[in-house]
């Protein structure tokens, strides 16, 4: 070949190894060029087991299979071993009288009617030997064969190139895999029904109801207040399903504009709306074989009623401007915080969707309704918040449980979670106090008794709050409650009398 024709060989070979991420069909590619380009008779690619230390064929022209599996190597053995442990190209000019050629494939006959060259390459990558190219070429005394080892040997260093991605490539496909697994395992862990926080009669009646539905495909209508955790009970619904595995698609609808709600859930043509400059899917056809979450279902206009409507009854729906009908298998789970029974007889909902998505309702009951949890839900706030902030709190004093149990919560378990996560950063020592929490929790009769006040009349509440709660933490234990305030016994003893505080009611 001349230098125009070397190149052009080149370049179709660098085309094909880069178009496919399947080695051994971009191998055999390569040797179909060689075969066309180089007058090859035929052609073998090498590659060396690390763990076997064994040279076997991994992909041949011209060879039968049986031909393919008698050929296999060790290092040193033949001239394929002796190239695999120096890592030098070897150059046969007659086959024929080379005593080093095993012909171990059988593939050569005894009586050799037209001589061969052998040309044998390493595909080695720096330092790293993978294996080894091997051509037949006919014997012709007016070709260079420095010119054909030099050929070949850019294309053997194009190979190992090519090896060497594609382990890149596929270990970083196995760490992909591996990363996927661990984060549904996570997800699956975080969504767990025991990692909703509550022991009240009222949440276990939650719990109970979230295992009946979980493995089941019913469509779930979660109701409640805002902040009383109907995402988290959607994402224990899924993650403990059978479509666990698969997309779990999360829509709030009163967060989309009224007049995009239906394009986002269920897709749009190019040039159905002006804005439309290509085509879009909606969160049902990527939720498809999984599940959507509905948030705030209660409000979503007729038009977008009707079309969730035919979604639940027909499993179908087209896409704004489109003609194709498409399938959608989607589990739905739906949450409200408005009465939807009103809206339906305001004719503001449709009953008809509504009896759709009530098929198994769950109720989520508002914090005040369940107050003996509040401290469950505290400590598992200040521990997590605690540790995302790299805090050294401990617990709550008791004032400031008094203080949390006294509140009415309006914004329920969301705000009882950032009362708690502002005072893990106000707090500078071990235990959070009742001056750590927002003042929207002082309640009226705390209010009248600081209301007045002088600053040392203040200080001495703080005081005497802090060594009631040390008492109680130590039971009654003086040395124990100075301890953790950490000053002296005989300066706690004193305060204790200046204050009119009996030790002994804490026992």
């Known amino acids: 070949m001349n230098k125009i024709e070397e190149s052009t060989c080149l370049y179709e070979i660098a085309r094909t190894l880069n178009a496919t991420l399947d080695l051994k069909k971009s191998l055999y590619s390569v040797l179909n060029i060689l075969s066309n380009k180089m007058d090859m008779v035929r052609g073998i690619v ?48 007659k086959i024929s009288e080379e005593p080093l050629f095993l012909n171990r494939t059988k593939s050569r006959r005894q009586v050799i009617e037209e001589e061969l060259s052998f040309f044998c390459v390493p595909i080695k990558n720096k330092q790293q030997i993978i ?111 059978l479509r666990a595995g698969k997309p779990f698609v999360k829509i709030n609808c009163a967060a989309i504009p009224a007049n995009l709600v239906e394009s986002e859930l269920f897709g749009h043509e190019k040039g ?79 009953n008809d969707l509504y009896y759709r998505l009530n098929v198994f309702p769950i109720y989520l009951p508002p914090l005040r309704e369940h107050k003996t949890d509040i401290l469950l839900l505290a400590d598992y706030f200040l521990e997590k918040y605690a ?15 008094d203080m949390l149990m006294q509140y009415h919560w309006p914004g329920n378990v969301r705000e009882l979670e950032n009362c708690i996560e502002r005072a893990v950063l106000l707090c500078d020592g071990k235990v959070v106090q009742s001056y750590h ?48 305030l950490e000053t002296t016994e005989r300066k706690f003893g004193y305060k204790t009398k200046k204050y009119g505080i009996n030790y002994r009611q804490y026992r």
């Open 131 to 241: 294996g080894t190219l091997s051509v037949d070429h006919p014997f012709n005394e007016t070709y260079s064969l420095e010119d054909g080892e030099r050929f070949l040997t850019i294309i053997g260093t194009m190979i190992a190139q090519q090896v060497v991605n594609l382990e890149r490539i596929n270990l970083e496909k196995e760490r992909l895999r591996e990363e996927n697994r661990r984060l549904k395992e996570e997800l699956s862990n975080k969504y767990n029904i025991t990692s909703i926080i509550g022991n009240s009669n009222k949440m276990r009646e939650v719990f109970r109801m979230i295992s009946q539905v979980s493995r089941s495909n019913a469509t779930v209508l979660i109701r409640g207040e805002s902040g009383t955790g109907k995402e988290l009970v959607a994402n224990a619904i899924h993650y403990n399903s």
């Open 387 to 401: 540790k995302e902030h790299r805090k050294d709190v401990l617990r709550l004093s008791s004032s400031t449980i």
């Open 272 to 350: 159905a709306f002006t804005g439309a400059i290509r085509q879009k899917q909606g969160k049902f056809e990527l939720a498809h074989k999984g599940t959507i979450f509905l948030d705030e279902i209660g409000v979503v206009g007729g038009d977008v009623q009707l079309k969730l409507l035919r979604v639940l009854q027909e499993k179908e729906f087209e896409r704004v401007g489109g003609l194709k009908t498409i399938k959608a298998d989607v589990r739905i789970i739906a949450a409200t915080n408005k009465n939807l029974e009103e809206a339906v007889e305001k004719e503001t909902f449709r």
């Open 46 to 93: 090498t590659i060396l087991n690390p763990l076997s230390d064994e040279i076997s064929i991994e992909v041949a022209h011209g060879l039968s299979r049986a031909a393919i599996n008698r050929g296999k190597y060790k290092p040193g053995e033949g001239i394929t071993g002796q190239v695999i442990q120096t890592g030098k190209a070897k150059v046969v000019p």
């Open 437 to 484: 929490l927002p003042p929207t929790l002082q309640t009226w009769e705390e209010t009248e008794i600081t209301s007045g006040q002088s600053l040392e009349d203040r200080v001495g509440n703080v005081e005497r709050e802090m060594i009631i709660d040390a008492l109680r933490n130590a039971r009654g234990n003086m040395a124990r409650a100075a301890k953790l």
